[in-house]
């Protein structure tokens, strides 16, 4: 069992790395500065190497193509890992918010159900672009 400064470490580091990933969506939507592309999604990926990359056309079919032929393992990959990993994070959420004050574990859950609904708003908005 963590003693009470690891556990306390633990409690931030998962903190700061939730406000981090917080931090990154709002300031890719603020300054204009286009999202990272789910590997999920072959045309907004092209879209993305083509932009950061300088891919020509015939470079944006080849990789497309690597994509497409790899979709079907990516889409299994992602069934088999994400009940896992949503898991995961509800144990990590759990025991963080249990070494926290009362007016914290409040606005900890608060946290937790606003980066829920972003995230659920960017597979809802993925799943519309496919």
């Known amino acids: 069992m963590p003693n009470r400064s ?17 931090a990154g969506f709002w300031l890719r939507g603020y300054t204009g500065e286009p999202p990272e592309p789910r590997l999920r999604d072959t045309n907004q990926m092209v879209a993305y190497l083509t932009h950061e990359l300088g891919l020509n056309s015939a470079e944006q079919d080849s990789v497309r193509t690597v994509m497409q032929r790899h979709r079907a393992e990516i889409e299994a990959a992602w069934r088999d890992a994400h009940p896992r990993f949503d898991s995961l994070r509800a144990i990590m959420e759990a025991e963080i918010s249990v070494r926290l004050r009362p007016e914290q574990q409040q606005r900890y859950r608060d946290l937790v159900a606003r980066l829920a609904r972003q995230r659920a708003a960017a597979d809802t908005a993925r799943a519309d672009h496919h």
């Open 6 to 22: 690891q556990a306390w470490a633990a409690a931030f580091l998962a903190t700061v790395f939730l406000a981090g990933g917080a």
